[in-house]
């Protein structure tokens, strides 16, 4: 009789420890942390096995015209800071923010295509900006 106990017991343990690693998954994580705005295009959430810590990597873009309306949309709701220009691109420091309401940790990168554009009134004149959000998916 202990065996068969132990043994239903392991079973929801197991049964446990899957259903909880499957509820974070590869997503679009801004929808599920925020109101993301419509301008913000979401294009796809991968697992990169080949980083430390195995991170999934949700990709968006939004187009120069609204790059500053995205840069306020992270800054607000996340607390990025502004881009700067770098030689080439426009970009934010990697910046990490911790969910209030899962207490899981992701990171945060803007940048801007490469473009010779370096000031902010032309950023219209930028295709397309890109945001980078990252969930490890093993301890660092």
Not at 25 to 52: H, N, W, Y
């Amino acid at each position: 009789m202990n065996r068969l106990i132990r043994g239903l017991l392991l079973l929801a343990l197991c049964t446990l420890s899957s259903w909880a690693s499957a509820a974070t998954g590869c997503e679009d994580f801004l929808a599920k942390m925020s109101d993301k705005p419509a301008f913000v295009e979401f294009l796809q959430c991968t697992q990169a096995t080949d980083r430390q810590g195995k991170p999934f990597v949700a990709q968006y873009r939004v187009t120069g015209a609204d790059a500053l309306k995205a840069e306020r949309y992270m800054s607000q709701r996340f607390g990025l800071p502004p881009l700067k220009f770098y030689c080439c691109v426009w970009d934010s420091m990697p910046y990490f923010y911790r969910d209030k309401k899962t207490d899981l940790g992701y990171s945060f990168v803007i940048a801007s295509e490469e473009t010779p554009i370096n000031q902010r009134e032309l950023w219209l004149d930028i295709k397309f900006f890109y945001i980078n959000v990252s969930l490890d998916t093993e301890e660092i």
